[in-house]
């Protein structure tokens, strides 16, 4: 099992950026694929980016795409979303997840879950 640890969240204004940190611990990173999800009060939780195990795929959900960015480095098992031209809709508490294998888009594929880092865009 993985532990993950989020950061980053805080209340910025809309147009700003914001890097959010997911540090990963208890077992080794390699071949592990990891994830950003986010879930706004009284919504779904929601894909946002993932990013494979060397770094070479990424996915992005349409709503954040050319936006947010997502990057992970395995020598530190931390793994990053650069949040650019931030909006109010963005406004929501973000989880890092990960899982063993290919990426997805799926939450109900990850098993490993942080607690979650809130992030709140004002207009």
């Known amino acids: 099992q993985v532990q993950l640890v989020e950061s980053g969240g805080r209340l910025v204004q809309a147009g700003d950026s914001l890097r959010l940190s997911c540090a990963a611990s208890?077992?080794?990173?390699?071949?592990?694929?990891m994830g950003w999800f986010r879930q706004a009060p009284g919504k779904e939780r929601e894909f946002v980016a993932v990013?494979?195990?060397?770094?070479?795929?990424?996915y992005y959900a349409d709503s954040v795409k050319g936006r947010f960015t997502i990057s992970r480095n395995n020598a530190r098992n931390t793994v990053y979303l650069q949040m650019n031209s931030l909006k109010p809709e963005d406004t929501a508490v973000y989880y890092c997840?990960?899982?063993?294998?290919?990426?997805?888009?799926?939450?109900?594929?990850?098993?490993?879950w942080g607690q979650g880092t809130q992030v709140t865009v004002s207009s």
């Open positions: 990013i494979s195990w060397a770094g070479s795929s990424t």
């Open positions: 997840a990960a899982k063993f294998g290919v990426p997805s888009q799926a939450h109900q594929n990850f098993g490993s």
């Open positions: 208890g077992r080794t990173f390699t071949n592990w694929a």
